[in-house]
């Protein structure tokens, strides 16, 4: 249920406006495949810097993609897959949208970039900006820190809070946890509608968080 109202809120927001937020914000999404987390500093209400983090539920190719813009226009786009078959690609672009420099690497060997690829991925940029716009509108927010007794959570920024999970959220936690020997870190999202988890993983989420100073 909570699921649906996030979902409800963000069709809802798109003649809302975002400017009484802060520049550097974080916000996330469930998608067919997995959870995709967004980070985002605007400056002077334009975007200026986004990341895009997309972890499969299946599988270890977590896609991480850095995109800037100057002025309104695309300038770049870094997009890093990890896991068994790593991919590196980085395009820029000058101030009239054309490509100057674009390079990729898979699995260690440089491969050449087809005018098609980069069309899809200029695309992606537009799309994912969208998509942050919206979830902005509906102020639906992404959480992140370790897990501790009692259903607290341990944020990134260091503060001690319990998120109104629903239970079997918790079940799960707790049962990740229990086959753990560290604490897990997770990933919710917090909206006017509700709370919902994203993510719950071993690995430590605050050591790679984006910070709003160098961001």
């Given amino acids: 249920m909570k699921y649906i109202l996030l979902a409800f809120s963000i069709l809802l927001a798109g003649c809302s406006s975002h400017s009484t937020l802060p520049d550097f914000t974080a916000s996330g999404y469930l998608a067919d495949r997995g959870a995709v987390r967004i980070w985002r500093k605007d400056n002077q209400q334009q ?6 983090v997309f972890s499969p539920f299946n599988g270890d190719a977590t896609e991480m993609t850095d995109y800037t813009w100057q002025d309104g226009k695309l300038v770049s786009i870094e997009r890093h897959i990890a896991g068994g078959h790593p991919d590196d690609i980085t395009l820029r672009f000058d101030q009239q949208g054309q490509l100057n420099f674009m390079q990729r690497q898979l699995q260690g060997r440089r491969e050449a970039v087809s005018t098609d690829a980069v069309a899809l991925y200029t695309f992606d940029a537009q799309r994912m900006l969208k998509i942050s716009d919206a979830l ?4 639906v ?7 501790s007794a009692e259903g607290a959570v341990k944020t990134c920024q260091g503060q001690l809070v319990k998120p109104a999970l629903d239970d079997s959220s918790l079940r799960y936690i707790a049962q990740r946890q229990a086959n753990s020997r560290q604490p897990v870190s997770i990933a919710w999202l917090e909206a006017p509608e509700g709370t919902q988890l ?5 690995e430590d989420y605050c050591q790679w968080e984006p910070q709003e100073e160098g961001f």
């Fill in 47 to 52: 975007v200026a810097h986004m990341k895009t």
């Fill in 141 to 147: 927010m992404l959480k992140q820190g370790q897990w």
């Fill in 198 to 202: 994203l993510l719950v993983a071993n």
């Fill in 136 to 139: 902005l509108s509906g102020r």
